[in-house]
């Protein structure tokens, strides 16, 4: 599984960008997708994730703020992001977690290859 994600750049504060992150393989099931953030800290937090289902969960930092949705073929996410704050800068991963192979019943985490959002005061 590939997950090839694109949309981030320089931003002022208050503005906006859409991420967005496309799955690709066979032979495998993704249900959940999402992404997740580090900042300049290092510190790995989640953003917002998605599943098959449409449940959503978001970090609590980016609440009302940023809006995650998938299309109808199930394998791309978006994420919306409304109002950002130079605390939103940081490197933005898609992330496919428990992806199951269907042929072997193996669970696997994927991560995409991050694309950084700056967010200027």
């Known amino acids: 599984v590939q997950l090839q994600a694109y949309g981030g750049g320089l931003v002022q504060a208050g503005g906006s960008l859409r991420l967005s992150c496309a799955a690709s393989?066979?032979?495998?099931?993704?249900?959940?997708m999402g992404w997740y953030r580090q900042g300049p800290g290092g510190q790995r937090e989640l953003v917002a994730i998605i599943n098959r289902g449409g449940i959503i969960k978001y970090g609590d930092s980016v609440k009302g703020r940023l809006t995650i949705s998938r299309d109808g073929a199930k394998l791309r996410v978006f994420l919306q992001m409304n109002s950002l704050i130079p605390e939103d800068t940081g490197i933005y991963y898609c992330?496919?977690?428990?992806?199951?192979?269907?042929?072997?019943?193996?669970?696997?985490?994927?991560w995409g290859q991050g694309t950084l959002v700056t967010v200027s005061s």
């Open positions: 393989g066979s032979g495998v099931s993704i249900n959940d």
């Open positions: 992330y496919a977690p428990n992806v199951v192979n269907l042929a072997t019943a193996r669970i696997s985490d994927y």
